[in-house]
C-alpha cells in the first residue's frame, strides 16, 4: 500500500526589523576585549566595619561583586537557604530512585 505525503503551506510572516543596539541596551564589545571584562562589575569601595573577609564572600555569592556589604550578607543567606532546598531536594530523589 503506498502512502500519500501531505504537504502543508504555512504562511510566512516577515519578521519586524530589529531594533539597533543601543535601543535594546546591549554593549557592542569592542576588539579585543573578552565578554567576561564587558560583564566584570567593579566592587564597590570598603565600608565602615566591612572585615576584609568580604572580598572572598563577594567572590562566592553569584552577583556579589557589585554589592554593599549589607545587601552582599542578605543575599548569601538567601543563598545558603536556596542551596539547602537543593541539597534536600536531591537528597529526596537519592532516596527515592534508590529504594525501588
Not at 35 to 51: D, I, K, L, M, N
Not at 68 to 75: P, R, T, V
Amino acid at each position: 500500500m503506498r502512502r500519500a505525503a501531505v504537504l502543508v503551506r504555512r504562511r510566512v510572516v516577515a519578521a519586524p526589523a530589529p531594533s539597533p543596539a543601543s535601543a535594546r541596551g546591549v554593549r557592542i564589545i569592542a576588539a579585543g576585549e573578552t565578554s567576561a571584562a564587558a560583564r566584570a562589575v567593579p566592587p564597590p569601595p570598603r565600608q565602615q566595619g566591612e572585615p576584609p573577609r568580604a572580598e572572598a564572600l563577594r567572590r562566592l555569592v553569584p552577583g556579589g561583586a557589585g554589592m554593599e556589604y549589607s545587601s552582599l550578607l542578605e543575599e548569601t543567606a538567601d543563598y545558603l537557604r536556596s542551596l539547602r532546598a537543593q541539597v534536600q531536594l536531591m537528597q529526596g530523589l537519592v532516596d527515592l530512585f534508590s529504594y525501588q
